[in-house]
């Protein structure tokens, strides 16, 4: 009869390190470095994003002030093509009936009615702000680099290797509508922030106009519509 041979079992030894921030036992289970890694993780984010966020806020502002600018500016010409045959209409009527020029309360009338129109007109097109700048922001991208990357899979801060390396930035890509935001502005200019906006009297308030800013735009997709309201009830020619 054989015997079994006795094999000593090993010994598990489970040692879980105190909190690194109040050095409170683990079993106790504070929430001290979880609240750290959230100010950790803002602190990095506000460092190392939010000059990507502001390049950002500064394109979509721009294009969204630009389209309504272009906006108004098609509601008012067709206002005011509008208002022109209206008081075409006055003077052929007053010259055939009482061969004399309209009279001033009448012209006076339509001058109001073209003022009240264009006010309307701003006033519907400052209104849509919320949707075009939507619009906008949804054309920004962020590109993540894929894991299997060696600057994920093996990062110059590795403590792995024993030495501290090269520190390098690995950016996460802002692009816009496909291409990388800040490679297709700054290429251009490097002061760049901006489409120079339609000229025009009057704007929403907005940064100082940058004279360095390139002359060309990128067109989108997002047009405006072909029939604004009528200003006196007559079709437009």
């Known amino acids: 009869m054989y015997t079994r041979e006795h094999k000593p079992?090993?010994?598990i030894i489970r040692m879980d390190p105190d909190c690194a921030i109040c050095h409170a036992p683990a079993s106790l289970a504070c929430d001290c470095e979880a609240k750290g890694l959230e100010i950790a993780i803002e602190q990095a984010e506000n460092r190392m994003m939010q000059s990507v966020y502001n390049d950002i806020r500064t394109w979509v502002r721009?294009?969204?002030q630009d389209y309504i600018l272009e906006y108004f500016r098609l509601l008012t010409e067709r206002r005011k093509a509008a208002h022109t045959s209206h008081l075409e209409r006055l003077t052929a009527h007053a010259y055939h009936y009482y061969h004399a020029p309209p009279h001033p309360n009448e012209i006076a009338a339509a001058q109001a009615?073209?003022?009240r129109g264009i006010d309307e007109d701003w006033q519907s097109s400052v209104q849509r702000y919320p949707e075009v700048l939507e619009y906008f922001y949804s054309l920004v991208e962020l590109t993540l680099p894929p894991d299997?990357?060696?600057?994920?899979?093996?990062?110059?801060?590795?403590?792995l290797s024993g030495s501290r390396k090269v520190s390098r930035r690995t950016q996460t890509a802002a692009?816009?509508?496909g291409e990388p935001f800040q490679e297709r502005e700054r290429s251009v200019n490097p002061l760049?922030?901006?489409t120079?906006?339609?000229?025009?009297?009057?704007?929403?308030?907005?940064?100082?106009h940058n004279p360095l800013a390139p002359t060309s735009r990128r067109h989108s997709t997002f047009r405006p519509p072909t029939a604004p309201p009528t200003a006196y009830g007559y079709p437009f020619p």
């Open 9 to 11: 079992r090993k010994s």
């Open 62 to 64: 721009a294009h969204a």
């Open 113 to 115: 009615t073209l003022k």
């Open 148 to 159: 299997n990357e060696p600057a994920v899979k093996d990062p110059p801060l590795s403590a």
């Open 175 to 177: 692009t816009i509508a």
């Open 192 to 194: 760049a922030r901006r």
């Open 196 to 208: 120079p906006p339609p000229q025009i009297e009057r704007r929403t308030p907005g940064p100082p």
